[in-house]
């Protein structure tokens, strides 16, 4: 099955792409997703997070406290990556499942992984082309405090533990500039829709 993987910072609007792509028929694995699913309550990975950073990392429930997490995370860099070898390796198998799963006879022929740290871990090499959806940092921010109601330094951190916007550009084999208006995004992904499927129809692995 031919992969594209589709990525983009905070705010940049990816969530938004991936929805008009999945509208074309294109089937999407969202690795945030199953970031989610892998720590649900009762899985082997909440309780060796547990155990890292204590009880107080829990909701009433039981569920894991994301804000909390997040917190320790960006806090410590140390902390981070030991979360990350924890998470990453099972994110990926279940990523690697879905790719390869059959295809339906309805289902387009190329199948979309978005990812948000596509291109800083080894989920890249699970797709044979990579879209950047782009936005300047300014407008990362300002997209991101209105709809989490986060402050400008909560968001910068966050855009600062991931890779630079120039870097990501680099690699990127494709760039949607998303800066204008929903139509004009739809406009781009309907044109990279069929520059995939043509991709697709005569890729050979």
Known sequence: MFVVGLTGGIGSGKSAAAKLFSELGVSIVNADQIARDIVEPGSAALDAITEH???DILLDDGALDRAQLRQKIFAN???RQWLEQLTHPLIGTAIFDFLNAKRNDNEAPYRILESPLLMETSQQQLAQRLLLIDVPEAVQI???MARDNNTEEQVRAII??????EEKRSRADDIIENTGTLEQLQQRVSALHEKYCQLAQSYQP
């Open 53 to 55: 950073f204590g009880s």
């Open 77 to 79: 860099p140390n902390e």
């Open 142 to 144: 300002a997209r991101t």
């Open 160 to 165: 600062e533990a991931q890779m630079s916007r």
